[in-house]
């Protein structure tokens, strides 16, 4: 009898350890943190702004860092292209496919749609979320939840003849859903599966469809979504909820910005120095301070939201989720040559990644993966030139910011990749940081970007 009951026992107790590692293996979830146009030199701006050149970020303790090739094709001969834009390097993070500028989780030439980490998540049960400092039907958040073979379709209004900056962009005629196509990525937004959506980008959800009767709000509103516009109404909701935040016409506020809002400028150049480079003289745009920008004042921050985010869908949740975070204007800063910007909303993204770390603490089976889609504009260069004692003027080409920093010193940092408006990409790879999960699953050191995306599907077992 004795000998029974401590069979009985052994089966009762080998059945709790695999009811118990079942559970372990059903609760895994994956943070993934972008910095839109986040490199090395940006990283390295912030740190010396934000904690001084001996300081560390969060980043800097995380206990993997590797990097990531990015990978780019062109349209019609597939051959490589060396700069990438944060449509196709979105879609690698989020398909694990390569494909051209511009495309939106769709195949380079034949134009297929890819499916994404996000939607085999839902389909294996998964609660999915997207959090960006841009509009939510931005490049990389549109990537992991919608299909179109341009960017800029990003509302039922801007599908044919698209013009963005006065610009003609072409047009996403197939996507139509008169022509069989999803639509717009608004409305696929509207109509997915996805538990939450937090960001920008409210006038992409007002604009009408095809047919002028109806918009994405009101299709996300009939898909289940509680649409809010301001951080207020979050008192309003339930956790089980799913959400559809939309927090600014367009992109969210930056957290920084250049005194009187300046941005970098051009070294001015003397009467003589005009005639002939090796005579007169250069002088460089005067130090600023990076201030705080009023108008971020009643925006959700970075942080507010991935707190939120994960509240959401954590809660009584036993099957894990997949949620990515994106640092959107990094990127959109260094565009305008606005590295105060770019500083502020890196240092949102490390307030993310905090709040992601936290969570883990508590539950350990979440991975958290830290990465860039693209390197871009902006590098570090003497404030006083090394050339300097040399009898001419010695001066960076481009445009220059100079930034007084916390430790008394003087950042220059420099931007020359277009005589345009606006700066363009660089073709570097990209970090990528990891908690001690991603050390434990033997995260490589040096992968693909594409690969990226593979590594989060076998760790959630989508595959």
């Known amino acids: 009898m004795a000998i029974h009951r401590h069979f009985v026992l052994t089966l009762i107790l080998a059945s709790f350890i695999s009811a118990t590692n079942a559970l372990a293996d059903s609760t895994k979830s994956v943070i993934l943190i972008i910095g839109d146009g986040m490199d090395d030199h940006q990283i390295t701006i912030a740190r010396n702004y934000l904690v001084g050149s001996r300081g560390t970020l969060l980043l800097d303790k995380m206990p993997f860092r590797g990097v990531a090739q990015v990978l780019t094709i062109d349209e019609v001969s597939g051959l490589p292209v060396y700069v990438a834009d944060s449509a196709n390097t979105a879609t690698a993070l989020a398909t694990g496919q390569v494909t051209s500028r511009g495309r939106i989780a769709t195949s380079a030439g034949k134009d297929l749609d890819l499916p994404t980490i996000v939607e085999l998540a839902n389909r294996k049960g998964y609660r999915t979320g997207l959090v960006t400092t841009s509009s939510?039907?931005?490049?990389?958040?549109?990537?992991?939840?919608?299909?179109?073979?341009?960017?800029?379709?990003?509302?039922?209004?801007a599908m044919v003849d698209i013009v963005k900056y006065g610009i003609e962009l072409g047009s996403c005629i197939d996507d139509l859903k008169?022509?069989?196509?999803?639509?717009s990525i608004s409305e696929q937004l509207a109509k997915s599966n996805v538990h939450l959506l937090l960001g920008g980008g409210r006038q992409y959800f007002t604009a009408n469809n095809e047919a002028g009767q109806s918009s994405a709000m009101k299709l996300a509103a009939e898909n289940g979504f509680t649409i809010i516009n301001s951080w207020k109404e979050i008192d309003h909701l339930h956790p089980n909820d799913k959400v559809l935040g939309l927090f600014a016409e367009e992109h969210l506020p930056v957290k920084l910005k250049g005194e009187a809002g300046r941005s970098a400028e051009a070294p001015k150049k003397s009467m003589l120095n005009h005639i002939n480079n090796y005579f007169g003289e250069v002088t460089l745009p005067s130090p600023m301070n990076c201030i705080a920008n009023s108008n971020f004042m009643d925006t959700p921050t970075l942080k507010e939201m991935s707190k939120m985010a994960i509240?959401?869908?954590?809660?009584?949740?036993?099957?894990?989720?997949?949620?990515?975070?994106?640092?959107?204007?990094i990127d959109k800063q260094s565009h305008e040559r606005k590295p105060c910007g770019s500083v502020g909303e890196l240092d949102q993204l490390i307030?993310?990644?905090?709040?992601?770390?936290?969570?883990?603490?508590?539950?350990?089976d979440t991975l958290i993966l830290v990465t860039s889609d693209h390197t871009h504009a902006a590098q570090i260069v003497p404030d006083k030139s090394l050339f300097s004692e040399y009898p001419v003027p010695v001066y960076t080409p481009g445009k220059i910011a100079r930034i007084f920093t916390k430790e008394g010193g003087i950042l220059a940092i420099n931007y020359a990749t277009s005589n345009f408006e606006a700066e363009e990409h660089t073709g570097a790879n990209v970090p990528i940081f990891g908690n001690n999960v991603a050390v434990s699953e033997k995260l490589p050191t040096y992968m693909l970007q594409a690969d990226v995306f593979s590594f989060m599907a076998r760790y959630l077992e989508l595959n």
């Open 311 to 329: 509240k959401q869908l954590s809660y009584e949740n036993r099957d894990g989720f997949f949620l990515m975070i994106e640092s959107a204007s």
């Open 351 to 364: 307030d993310a990644v905090s709040v992601a770390l936290e969570y883990a603490k508590e539950n350990p």
């Open 136 to 157: 939510i039907t931005d490049a990389t958040p549109a990537s992991f939840a919608a299909h179109v073979s341009s960017r800029y379709c990003e509302s039922p209004a």
């Open 178 to 183: 008169a022509n069989g196509g999803l639509g």
